[in-house]
Nanobody, 113 residues
Framework: QVQLVESGGGLVQPGGSLRLSCVAS????????MGWYRQAPGKQRELVAA??????NYADSVKGRFTISRDNAKNTVYLQMNSLKPEDTAVYYC????????WGQGTQVTVSS
């Protein structure tokens, strides 16, 4: 059972940046997808960014602003979020091996002045 622990969320002003981290309790394999999802109040959970092998996939709403990366030696995946907007406010979840795989507990990101 892989456990995922997110950190790095918080309150930031519009235009600011945050970096989320997700540490896995055991080795993560690069051929399995790792991703970040988010869920805003009253909305469905949506994919923000995913990384599988050497390929990345981003939601249109975050392209050019967010970057997903991983450090296999540290069993960690990151989400660098720049130029944050109020509509990025949500709980962000780390995921390993897709929808049916493993999930973290979530970290709150609030973008507000």
């Amino acid at each position: 059972q892989v456990q995922l622990v997110e950190s790095g969320g918080g309150l930031v002003q519009p235009g600011g940046s945050l970096r989320l981290s997700c540490v896995a309790s055991e080795r993560i394999f690069s051929w399995y997808a790792m991703g970040w999802y988010r869920q805003a109040p009253g909305k469905q959970r949506e994919l923000v960014a995913a990384l599988s092998g050497g390929s990345t996939n981003y939601a249109d709403s975050v392209k050019g602003r967010f970057t997903i990366s991983r450090d296999n030696a540290k069993n960690t995946v990151y989400l660098q979020m720049n130029s944050l907007k109020p509509e990025d406010t949500a709980v962000y979840y780390c995921n390993y091996r897709g929808i049916g795989g493993y999930w973290g507990q979530g970290t709150q990101v609030t973008v507000s002045s």
